[in-house]
């Protein structure tokens, strides 16, 4: 958490509204921690492999 703290505190002296970040689907262990650090999902991506 102190990184993220770090994080938003460089975001807001550069002038930065909005932080994106992406993480696997499967990956619940980091969708539960970035819904706890106040992150929303805005969109999906879609792949197929070929």
Known sequence: MQL???IYKIAEAKGITLIELD???ENE?????YE?????K???FA????
Do not use: D, T
Request: avoid cysteine.
């Open 36 to 40: 706890r650090q106040g992150f929303s």
């Open 4 to 6: 993220m703290e770090k």
């Open 23 to 25: 993480y696997w689907n």
């Open 42 to 44: 805005r969109s999906e």
């Open 47 to 50: 792949f197929r492999e070929v």
């Open 29 to 33: 262990a980091a969708k539960k921690f």
